[in-house]
Nanobody, 117 residues
Framework: QVQLVESGGGLVQAGGSLRLSCATS????????MGWYRQAPGKQRELVAR???????NYADSVKGRFTISRDNAKNTVYLQMNSLKPEDTAVYYC???????????WGQGTQVTVSA
C-alpha cells in the first residue's frame, strides 16, 4: 500500500515560516520524484516545487527564493520549508510522488496552511 502523509500545516502570520513534511511508504523513495502542490478554495491545483530523484529541484516563480524543497532518502521523507509566508500562500498543500517511466502518480491527503495578514 502506498501512503503519503503530510504534516506541519497550520496558522501563521504573514512573514512567518512553516516546515511541511511528507512521510512516504510503499514506494522505493530513492527512485521517486517528489512534489508539493497546493490548492486554494475555488482555484486550480498548482505546482509549488519538485525535487527529482537526482535531487535537482524546480519551483514555481511565486515561491522561488522563499520556499525550499528537500528530501531525506534515509527517512523516505520530503520537506517543504516555507519562509516569508504571504496570505496568497494560503491553501491545502499536497504531497506528490511520481515517476512517469513507471506510470505512477500518488497523492497525500493534504495539510492546511493558512497565512493571516
Amino acid at each position: 500500500q502506498v501512503q503519503l502523509v503530510e504534516s506541519g500545516g497550520g496558522l501563521v502570520q504573514a512573514g512567518g515560516s512553516l516546515r511541511l513534511s511528507c512521510a512516504t511508504s510503499g514506494i522505493i523513495f530513492s527512485d521517486a520524484h517528489m512534489g508539493w502542490y497546493r490548492q486554494a478554495p475555488g482555484k486550480q491545483r498548482e505546482l509549488v516545487a519538485r525535487i527529482f530523484r537526482d535531487s535537482s529541484t524546480n519551483y514555481a516563480d511565486s515561491v522561488k527564493g522563499r520556499f525550499t524543497i528537500s528530501r531525506d532518502n534515509a527517512k523516505n521523507t520530503v520537506y517543504l520549508q516555507m519562509n516569508s509566508l504571504k496570505p496568497e500562500d494560503t491553501a491545502v498543500y499536497y504531497c506528490n510522488a511520481f515517476r512517469p517511466v513507471y506510470d505512477y502518480n500518488y497523492w497525500g491527503q493534504g495539510t492546511q496552511v493558512t497565512v493571516s495578514a
